[in-house]
C-alpha cells in the first residue's frame, strides 16, 4: 500500500504531463481553494518520481489550489498530501490523467480531440491505438 507523503510544492512540475483540460474554470478553483482553506485537502494528489522532483498525474486543480493557499497563507500550504506512483511512460502517465478527469467529470469534445492530438505526438500512431490507450474501459460509442 502507498503511503501518503507530505511533498513540497516546489518540487511538482504540473506539466511534466501533457494536461487534458483546456480550461479551467477560475469561480471553481475559487472555491476549491476555500474549501481546502476551511476543510483541508481530502484527497491526496498522485504523483511519480522524476529527476529532481515530482511529476504531476492527477491533482491539478489540487495544486493550483495550493501554490495560491501558500502565495496568500505562506508555509502552512507549502507542501501537499500526495501518493507517490511507480514511475510510468509519458504515454501511461498520459492515460491515467485522462481516465481520472473523464471519469469524474466528462471532457469536452474539443479537449478528448486535443488528449488524441498529444497521444499521438507522444508515439501512438493511429486513432484506434490512442482510443484503446487512452480510453480502455469506455464504450466505443462514448470514445467516437
Known sequence: MTEIQAIPLADIDEHALPRDRSVIDPAALDELTASIRVNGLRLPV????????????SGYR????????EDRHGAA??????LIRPSENQIDGFARVVEENDIRQGLTPWDRG???VAARDMGLDTLDAALAKLYPAAAR????
Open 46 to 57: 498522485e504523483l511519480y518520481a522524476t529527476e529532481g522532483g515530482y511529476g504531476l498525474v
Open 62 to 69: 489540487r495544486v493550483m489550489a495550493y501554490r495560491t493557499l
Open 77 to 82: 500550504f507549502a507542501t501537499i498530501p500526495a
Open 114 to 116: 486535443r488528449t488524441l
Open 141 to 144: 460509442r462514448k470514445r467516437s
